[in-house]
C-alpha cells in the first residue's frame, strides 16, 4: 500500500527519514531501506540536510525504491531557483518518484558551506502552490503548458511549537491551500502543546484535507538531545525529558529513548486528527522496529496491510 | 496610523495620472523612487523589492527576513521569537504577527503571497501600485493555480 493509499484508507500510516551519505555510493541507503522495508510506509530522503553537502535526494530516492520501498523525496527552496525546482519535479516524477516533501530548508549559515549564496526564489508555500499547478493545471509558473503533466502526492512541514504558536495552525492552512496534502511536524516531545496545535487544526478542518504524521524522535544519548535542543533550529526540549534520560543509567539510555518514543507515539495516535507518525530517526534506523513494537504492544494497527 | 494612510493612498484616478506623470519623466522617476526609498528604508528596514507587502504584512517587511519568505514564519524561529538565523534580532514574522494581530489584522496573515518578481527590484513598489502593477501579488484563494496569474514571468 503506498503512502497516499494508507492515508487515504484512514489507517495509521508511518514514515521514517535516511540521510544520504557525503559520498558517491548508495550502499548506505539500500542498507538501511532495507531494514525499515517491513516497518514504514515511506522514508524520506532528505535533501542536503542541515544545509551539509550530500548525495542528491533524486538519487537517493531512486536507491530507496530499487530495495523495495517508497521513497519521499525532499525537496527544499534554499539551493535550487524556480527553474530548477520544478525541472527536478519533472524528473522525479518521470523516474517513478511520487512523494514530494517540501520545505524552505535551514539557512546556509548552519552547514559546511556557510558561505554559499541562500537561493529561497521560492518559500515552501509558493513552491508547493507550483507543484501542485504543474500537476493540476498541467502548466509552470511561467504559464506555459505541461505535456505530460507531472503525477505526485505533496507533502510539507511544520512546526507546532515555535512562535508565534497561535498561527502555526493557520499556517498549515496556508500550506493545505496551497497543495499540502500531508504534513509531518517537527519532534513532538511536548504531547500537551501538540494537542492544543491539533485542536486548532481540527477547527479549521485541515485534517480532513490533509493527513497529519506526528515527527517523533529517538534520542540515543543526553549529549544527542542537548544537540537537538542547542543547535537544531525550531526543536524544544521540555527539561521531563532529560530528567528522565538522565535518570537512567548511561548505557541504557538508548533504549529509554526508545521507550520514550513509543509512548510519544501511543500517546499521539490518540489525539483525534492524528492520521499516523513521523519517526525522526536519520542514521538511528535500528531503533524503528523498537519503538513500534513498544507503541503497538496492546495494539494490532501496525499488523494491517503487513 | 499606516492602516489609515494605506485608505487615502488607494489607486484612485488621480494617483494614476500623477504616477503615470512621474513614471513619463526620468528625473521626477528618479526623485520619486529615491523619497521612497529614505522613508521606507528609515521607517520599516524596506530593501526597495519593487512589490511592497507592507499593508499586509503589519507594516514589517518580511524581505529583512534572512531567507526572505513572503509566506513567514519559518520552523525555526526561537522560543523567545528570535530569528533563527540572527539570535540577536526579533523574527520579523513574529513582529508582523504581533502588530497586524494588535491592529486587529490577523487575518490578513492568512493571504498567500505570490513569488517574487526579481526583476523589480530598486524599482518604486509606489508607482508599480498606483499603475495597478501590484494587484495579483497576493490572494486568499489559491485554486485557480500558481501558473495562471495574467502577465506572470513574461
Not at chain 1, 493509499?5 to 508511518?14: I, W
Amino acid at each position: 500500500m503506498s503512502l497516499r493509499e494508507r492515508l487515504a484508507s484512514g489507517s495509521f500510516a508511518v514514515t521514517a527519514e535516511i540521510s544520504p551519505p557525503r559520498g558517491a555510493s548508495t550502499e548506505k541507503i539500500t542498507a538501511a531501506a532495507a531494514s525499515l522495508r517491513d516497518w514504514v510506509d515511506a522514508v524520506n530522503v532528505t535533501d542536503n540536510q542541515g544545509s551539509n553537502v550530500r548525495l542528491a535526494s533524486w538519487a537517493g530516492s531512486l536507491a530507496v525504491m530499487a530495495a523495495g520501498l517508497e521513497p519521499v523525496m525532499q525537496m527544499t527552496c534554499r539551493d535550487r531557483n524556480r527553474i530548477a525546482l520544478q525541472s527536478d519535479l519533472l524528473g522525479a516524477s518521470a523516474l517513478g518518484i511520487r512523494n514530494i516533501l517540501v520545505m524552505t530548508g535551514d539557512h546556509p549559515k548552519f552547514g559546511d558551506h556557510p558561505g554559499a549564496r541562500p537561493v529561497f526564489d521560492l518559500d515552501s508555500v509558493q513552491l508547493l502552490w507550483a507543484l501542485r499547478t504543474m500537476r493540476d493545471q498541467h502548466v509552470l509558473l511561467s504559464g506555459r503548458r505541461l505535456d505530460p503533466a507531472p503525477d505526485c502526492f505533496l507533502g510539507a512541514v511544520e512546526n507546532p511549537f515555535a512562535p508565534p504558536v497561535e498561527f502555526r495552525a493557520e499556517r498549515l492552512g496556508k500550506k493545505v491551500a496551497a497543495g499540502a496534502q500531508f504534513v509531518q511536524t517537527q519532534f513532538v516531545f511536548d504531547v500537551p502543546a501538540f494537542a492544543r496545535w491539533m485542536t486548532q487544526v481540527r477547527d479549521l478542518g485541515l485534517h480532513e484535507r490533509c493527513g497529519i504524521l506526528a515527527g517523533v524522535g529517538a534520542v540515543r544519548s543526553v549529549r544527542a538531545l542537548e544537540y537537538m535542543r542547542d543547535k537544531v533550529p525550531g526543536v524544544e526540549v521540555p527539561d521531563d525529558v532529560f530528567r528522565r534520560l538522565r535518570a537512567a543509567p548511561p548505557d541504557k539510555h538508548a533504549a529509554e529513548g526508545v521507550k520514550l518514543a513509543a509512548e510519544i507515539v501511543q500517546q499521539v495516535a490518540e489525539i483525534p486528527g492524528v492520521a499516523g507518525v513521523h519517526l525522526l530517526v536519520a542514521g538511528n534506523e535500528q531503533a524503528v522496529p523498537g519503538i513500534l513494537e513498544n507503541a503497538g504492544s496492546r495494539e494490532t494497527r501496525w499488523a494491517d496491510g503487513r | 496610523m499606516a492602516y489609515h494612510l494605506q485608505r487615502v493612498l488607494r489607486p484612485a484616478a488621480g494617483y494614476r495620472w500623477l504616477s503615470a506623470r512621474i513614471e513619463a519623466s526620468g528625473p521626477a522617476r528618479t526623485l520619486f523612487t529615491g523619497t521612497e526609498r529614505q522613508t521606507k528604508t528609515v521607517l520599516f528596514g524596506c530593501r526597495m523589492c519593487g512589490q511592497c507587502t507592507l499593508p499586509v504584512t503589519g507594516y514589517v517587511c518580511p524581505m529583512g527576513c534572512p531567507k526572505e519568505l513572503r509566506n513567514g514564519p519559518c520552523g525555526g524561529v526561537g522560543a523567545d521569537g528570535s530569528c533563527e538565523v540572527y539570535p540577536e534580532q526579533r523574527c520579523v514574522w513574529v513582529d508582523a504577527y504581533d502588530r497586524a494581530a494588535g491592529a486587529g489584522r490577523a487575518g490578513d496573515l492568512r493571504l498567500l503571497h505570490r513569488p517574487v518578481d526579481h526583476r523589480r527590484w530598486g524599482q518604486s513598489s509606489w508607482l508599480n501600485y498606483w499603475q495597478g502593477r501590484d494587484e495579483e501579488l497576493w490572494t486568499g484563494d489559491a485554486s485557480p493555480g500558481l501558473g495562471q496569474r495574467p502577465g506572470a514571468n513574461t
